[in-house]
């Protein structure tokens, strides 16, 4: 065996990189690299090349019970006389969600 041939394997390595990589496309290779949703498609909409992540979720209905079954309200805020609501779960994204939903 030659002497500078010792670790053919690390000589070879970026060679097998370059050939992985060149079955990728540029977005799998930014999306894999970003962790983000990369597409160049998102250029011809005037959009970054990786997109950024949608606003908050919209709020939840606020769902109250009466004699003719279960009404949901859009905006409780606009409801005379407030009822109880009948779900009485998570109305929003907890941190650890939101940190999820944003990529980070």
Same mark, same amino acid.
């Given at each position: 065996?030659? !002497?500078?041939?010792?670790? $053919?394997?690390?000589?070879?390595?970026?060679?097998?990189?370059?050939? %992985?990589? #060149?079955?990728?496309? /540029?977005?799998?290779?930014?999306?894999?690299?970003?962790?983000?949703?990369?597409?160049?498609?998102?250029?011809?909409?005037?959009?970054?090349?990786?997109?950024? !992540?949608?606003?908050?979720? $919209?709020?939840?209905?606020?769902?109250?019970?009466?004699?003719?079954? %279960?009404? #949901?309200?859009?905006? /409780?805020?606009?409801?005379?006389?407030?009822?109880?609501?009948?779900?009485?779960?998570?109305?929003?994204?907890?941190?650890?969600?939101?940190?999820?939903?944003?990529?980070?």
């Amino acid at each position: 065996m030659l !002497p500078n041939m010792k670790k $053919p394997a690390l000589l070879l390595s970026p060679v097998l990189m370059f050939c %992985t990589l #060149c079955g990728c496309a /540029p977005d799998r290779i930014a999306s894999a690299i970003t962790g983000k949703d990369c597409n160049t498609a998102y250029l011809y909409d005037d959009e970054s090349f990786c997109s950024r !992540p949608v606003g908050p979720p $919209p709020p939840q209905p606020y769902c109250t019970t009466s004699f003719e079954g %279960t009404d #949901c309200w859009a905006r /409780p805020d606009l409801m005379p006389n407030v009822a109880r609501q009948t779900y009485e779960g998570p109305t929003s994204l907890t941190p650890q969600q939101n940190q999820v939903r944003m990529g980070q």
